[in-house]
């Protein structure tokens, strides 16, 4: 994979987690030199990978790193929301690894599940230096409060788990990973917080609980009109976080 000639800018990878194989798409900054990297996480079930993210940011600059979770999209093993911060912390362990990577510039951003995995993951993951979430959920259960028949036709039938263990697993993780916690102890790290007006999934009183709790130097935007999947207003989500990240991590001292 780490030729010498010049790379094209995309790669496939495959990394281990717990001996499941997990596969992604590295997009890469022009230049052999060490980048900062975004590591991105998309939600349950991922219809949305945030692809145009990762083309934004290689264009400035940006390594960025998209993977899925086990038990869904190409990725080895059972789906369990119990293991995502696990994959996660694969992910950053893959990344600090690569030579083409500035293993002192990592950031994550996540989006809705997402979000929350970025949230619960770097609250013990220090090599996680900036932290961004997109319609995320202070409270995974509390978003995800559905039949298991509406369990199956909006997530299980493309996941590798079925309605009953997706419960099993919702009712766990409710337990012990709380993303409300968990952003205290990402301070003083920066914390962008971004959530629609219109999303129907999470409401947007999750996201002012989460900035509310984060306090200082933590950013909360509410984008009018935006739905979970910030479906209209991608450019706009686009501009914002790559803005934040170099913001972000100049204010850390460190060029990105």
């Known amino acids: 994979m780490w030729a010498t000639e010049p790379h094209e800018g995309i790669t496939g990878v495959t990394f281990d987690s717990d001996g499941h194989r997990l596969v992604g798409t590295l997009y890469l900054a022009r230049g052999e030199e060490r980048k900062p990297t975004v590591l991105l996480l998309h939600g349950c079930p991922g219809l949305e990978k945030n692809l145009d993210l990762a083309v934004r940011l290689r264009d400035r600059g940006w390594n960025a790193l998209l993977f899925h979770y086990r038990g869904c999209w190409g990725s080895a093993g059972r789906y369990d929301l119990r293991t995502i911060p696990r994959d996660v912390t694969a992910a950053v362990d893959f990344l600090a690894g690569c030579p083409l990577v500035d293993g002192d ?152």
Do not use: K
């Open 105 to 256: 510039r990592i950031a994550v951003v996540g989006h809705s599940l997402g979000g929350w995995a970025a949230l619960v993951t770097a609250a013990a993951e220090p090599r996680l230096r900036a932290v961004g979430v997109c319609g995320a959920p202070a409270r995974l259960a509390a978003s995800l409060r559905l039949s298991p028949d509406q369990l199956e036709r909006e997530f299980t039938r493309f996941l590798a788990t079925t309605p009953e263990e997706f419960g099993a697993q919702l009712a766990s993780v409710a337990e012990r990973m709380d993303g409300l916690a968990a952003v205290t102890a990402i301070r003083p790290r920066p914390l962008l917080v971004v959530h629609g007006t219109w999303d129907q999934w999470v409401p947007v009183a999750q996201a002012r609980e989460l900035a509310a709790r984060a306090g200082s130097p933590s950013r909360y935007i509410e984008m009018a009109g935006a739905n979970h999947a910030f479906s209209w207003h991608r450019t706009e989500l686009a501009g914002l976080i790559t803005g934040w990240l170099g913001a972000a991590f100049d204010s850390e001292g460190v060029r990105a």
